[in-house]
């Protein structure tokens, strides 16, 4: 709380006299006295290690950009005022983030929250992670030089320790290049939170498929309406055993909906309409879609069985 309301003070003084006060005026009042004067200095003279200076390499450390962390308190923008760490009368600094030690999440995600409440993290509060108590530091590393949730090879990894699911669909055999580094969850997912189901970037899932499919958003001339439903109808979208990110095989496929169609009502090769192969053929020797090939829409006026 303190610290909040530091940055808030702050925040206000830069607004009021639209400069960013010093660390003299910062001392005046009593409740930011508690911050080391000489900022990351007093900490780095014992906090050399190799990992903890790379941070010193990330936006956080711009000391001439006054939203980061280097531009205010130093280290103690996010690990609190420590003024009895420093002095060495505790072990540990107000705020720790991994480790046996580590501060309750709640507190730690609020010191991360003080500047990263908004844009991405607008529906953060009530998201699934939120709510299931995740930090933002079970996904986000700050002392390194490039953080790897950040980096689209290393990101599935970072989520895969949580969600075993989604990594053993990205070896089925049908998946979304995800394990290949060209698609990343984040592509389809806000993981802090969205207005969508299942923390998706869009509103919808289909809204979220045609950001890279295109062309099935259509408009099409005759549709086919468990494609406008819902892509998941048919597809899951992260691996399957069936090929194209099927849920199931044709002709099961579309059996689930269509177990009367047409081809079963005419079982025999003379009931066909002139031209056609046998019915019992069209069912058994391949798949639907051999014929069926506009299986998500038809724009040919002669369309309408999605077969041109
Ligand atoms: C006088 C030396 C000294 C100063 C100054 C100091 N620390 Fe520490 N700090 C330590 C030592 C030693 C430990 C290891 C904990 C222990 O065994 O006491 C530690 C532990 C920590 C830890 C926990 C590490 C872990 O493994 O969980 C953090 C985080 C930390 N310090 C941050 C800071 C910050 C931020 C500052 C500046 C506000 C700071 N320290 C200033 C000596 C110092
Ligand atoms: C004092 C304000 C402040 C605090 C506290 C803070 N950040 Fe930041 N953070 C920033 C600023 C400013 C940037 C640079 C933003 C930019 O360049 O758009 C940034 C950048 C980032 C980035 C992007 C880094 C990159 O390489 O592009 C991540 C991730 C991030 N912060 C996560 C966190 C997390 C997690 C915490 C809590 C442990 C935290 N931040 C605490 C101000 C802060
Ligand atoms: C479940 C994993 C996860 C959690 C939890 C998480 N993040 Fe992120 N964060 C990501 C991913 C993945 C990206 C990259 C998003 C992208 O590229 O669209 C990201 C990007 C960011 C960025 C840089 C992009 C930007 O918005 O400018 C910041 C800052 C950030 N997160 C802050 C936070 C804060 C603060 C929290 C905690 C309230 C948090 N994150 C919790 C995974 C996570
Ligand atoms: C933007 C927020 C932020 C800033 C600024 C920051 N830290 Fe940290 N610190 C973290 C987080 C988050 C962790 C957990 C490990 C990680 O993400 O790399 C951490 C971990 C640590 C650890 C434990 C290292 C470990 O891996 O066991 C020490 C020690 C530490 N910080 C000291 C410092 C010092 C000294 C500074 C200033 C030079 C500083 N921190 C600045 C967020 C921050
Ligand atoms: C191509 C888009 C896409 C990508 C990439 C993607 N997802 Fe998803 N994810 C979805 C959709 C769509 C759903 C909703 C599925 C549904 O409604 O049946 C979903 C659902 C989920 C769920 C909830 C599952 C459930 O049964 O409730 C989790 C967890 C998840 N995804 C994690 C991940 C992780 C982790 C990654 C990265 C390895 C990832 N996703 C990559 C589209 C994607
Ligand atoms: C520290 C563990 C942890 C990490 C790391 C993690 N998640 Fe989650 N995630 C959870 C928990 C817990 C839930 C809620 C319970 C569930 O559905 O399994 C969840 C739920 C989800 C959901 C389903 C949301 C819903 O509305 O049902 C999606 C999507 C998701 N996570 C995506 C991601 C992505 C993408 C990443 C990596 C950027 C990630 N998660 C990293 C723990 C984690
Ligand atoms: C970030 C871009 C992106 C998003 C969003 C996306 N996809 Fe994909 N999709 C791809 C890429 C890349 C491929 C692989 C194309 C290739 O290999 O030629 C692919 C392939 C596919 C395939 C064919 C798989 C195969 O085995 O041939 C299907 C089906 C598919 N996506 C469905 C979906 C659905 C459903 C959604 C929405 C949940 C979705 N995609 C969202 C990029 C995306
Ligand atoms: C009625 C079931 C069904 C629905 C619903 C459906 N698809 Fe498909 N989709 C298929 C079938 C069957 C194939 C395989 C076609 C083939 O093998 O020729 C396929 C193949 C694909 C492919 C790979 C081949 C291609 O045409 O590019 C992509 C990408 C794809 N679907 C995306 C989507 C998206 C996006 C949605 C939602 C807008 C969606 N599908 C909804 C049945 C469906
Ligand atoms: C989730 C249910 C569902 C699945 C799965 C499904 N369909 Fe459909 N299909 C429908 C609905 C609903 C209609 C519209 C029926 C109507 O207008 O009477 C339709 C219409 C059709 C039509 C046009 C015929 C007509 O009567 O308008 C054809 C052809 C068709 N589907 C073929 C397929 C094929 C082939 C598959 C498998 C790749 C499939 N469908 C999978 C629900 C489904
Ligand atoms: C050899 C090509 C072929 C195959 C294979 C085929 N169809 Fe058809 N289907 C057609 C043609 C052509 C029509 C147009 C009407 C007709 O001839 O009965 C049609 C019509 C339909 C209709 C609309 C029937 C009606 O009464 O309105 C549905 C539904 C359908 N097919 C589903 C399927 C399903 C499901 C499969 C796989 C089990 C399948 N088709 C396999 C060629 C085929």
Redesign the pocket.
Known sequence: MRQKLTIALLTWAVLLFGAIPGRAEVKSTPAQIAFAEAGERTCLKCHEETKVTPILQTPHAVKGDKHTPFGQQGCESCHGASPDHVARKVKFPTIVFKGPNASPVEQR?AQ??TC?QS???MN?QGSQ?ATND???T???TLHVSKDP??VKFS?PD??FTCHAEQRADSFKLSHHPIREGKVV??DCH???GSSGPKMLKEFTANETCYTCHAEKRGPVLWEHEPVRENCMNCHTPHGSTQARLLVQRPPYLCQECHANSGHQAQPFAGQNLPGQVAANFRLMARGCVNCHSQIHGSNSPNGAWFTR
């Open positions: 995600n991360c929250l990263h844009g991405l993290r953060w992670h995740v930090a933002c079970n996904c986000h949730v950040l990101q970072k989520c969850c984040s806000n993981p802090h």
